[in-house]
């Protein structure tokens, strides 16, 4: 499906959207079981599964945005520097928020701070991957069935039916475009409403 450099793929909006809509529902009850204490399992069973199944959907997602980014990229940027510059800058910045997210829940959760949580990972992997975006096939070894599955998805000759245009499909795609500020802002949002509704005790003062 040909698309030009400035057209987002709607198709990735919407599983991320899915992504976070997912993300937000596990840390709701997340927060009531740290905060409220209350009756429910998040850390084995099915709720782990489905935590797993979210992070594992995100990780993903940035690997096909890069790999879609870098093909469109290149053709914009000759200069070698100034494109691996950009992914540099790029991962820099979602690990920084990664960092900012490490000092905030150290403050306030203490030893159940985050170490090294997904923006960390997906900061440094989007660094770590320029390297490796342009060996294509040579990358790694255990990777070729993964890679020839790609490479075969990629010259699809079946055309996905566009459905973007979908009000409920828009939604989705609005969260997707705008994962990272949600992923930022949902966890302090849903603690406040929790913390005002009487329902999650801090335990701050």
């Known amino acids: 499906m040909d698309r030009n ?62 790999s879609v980014s870098f093909s469109r990229t290149k053709k914009i940027y000759k200069d070698r520097n100034k494109l691996f510059m950009k992914y540099f800058r790029r991962g820099l910045k979602v690990f920084s928020w990664g960092l900012i997210i490490t000092l905030v829940t150290r403050i306030f959760l203490g030893k159940a701070f985050v170490i090294f949580g997904i923006l ?38 079946f055309q996905l039916v566009d459905l973007s245009f979908f009000s409920g499909i828009k939604v989705f795609c609005f969260l997707g475009k705008h994962s990272l500020l949600i992923y930022l802002l949902h966890q302090p949002v849903i603690i406040a409403v929790l913390f005002l509704l009487g329902i999650a005790n801090m335990n701050l003062f």
């Open 120 to 157: 960390h990972l997906i900061g440094i992997s989007i660094i770590l991957a320029y390297p490796f975006l342009k060996l294509r096939y040579w990358n790694l070894l255990i990777g070729v069935l993964c890679i020839f599955l790609g490479a075969y998805l990629k010259s699809r000759r």
């Open 5 to 66: 450099l400035q057209q987002r793929f709607w198709e990735i909006d919407f599983l991320r959207g899915i992504a976070i809509i997912m993300m937000v529902l596990y840390h709701l009850l997340y927060n009531l079981h740290y905060f409220a204490h209350y009756n429910v399992n998040v850390y084995s069973g099915f709720w782990m599964y489905f935590a797993r199944t979210t992070a594992t959907t995100f990780i993903f997602l940035v690997g096909v945005s890069l």
